[in-house]
Nanobody, 130 residues
């Protein structure tokens, strides 16, 4: 487990954009899988996006085409660009770092398994409201 800190959350109107940042410490990020999860009020935590060591990416269906995950290994930074935000995107967003590939443990449908990730940030709140 390594320190992970998210930032960039806030209040945005529907249709607007936000960019989240995640800083990881004490590791060579190029050797790790990185991901973003979110948890809305009263809902279970769900995987949003993932970026593998090889550079392949995964997006949950509801954010495909609107969100973009990226990383800067030289800076140990992970980003989530969120465009065309909807009220349904309101949630606490968590950055996660792990040793396994994005879809390890995926079964019937492609989805991110939090068990694949060892290090987690504290969360940053994104609120989409007019």
């Amino acid at each position: 487990q390594v320190p992970v800190v998210e930032s960039g959350g806030g209040l945005v109107q529907p249709g607007g954009s936000l960019s989240l940042s995640c800083a990881a410490s004490g590791l060579s990020l190029d050797q790790y899988t990185v991901a973003w999860f979110r948890q809305a009020p009263g809902k279970e935590r769900e995987g949003v996006s993932c970026h593998s060591v090889s550079g392949t990416t995964f997006y949950e269906n509801s954010v495909q085409g609107r969100f973009t995950i990226s990383r800067d290994n030289s800076k140990n930074m992970v980003y989530l660009q969120m465009n065309n935000l909807k009220a349904e995107d309101t949630a606490d967003y968590y950055c996660a770092v792990g040793h396994s590939d994005c879809l390890v443990r995926a079964t019937i449908v492609p989805q991110l398994d939090p068990l694949n990730f060892d290090s987690w940030g504290q969360g940053t709140l994104v609120t989409v409201s007019s």
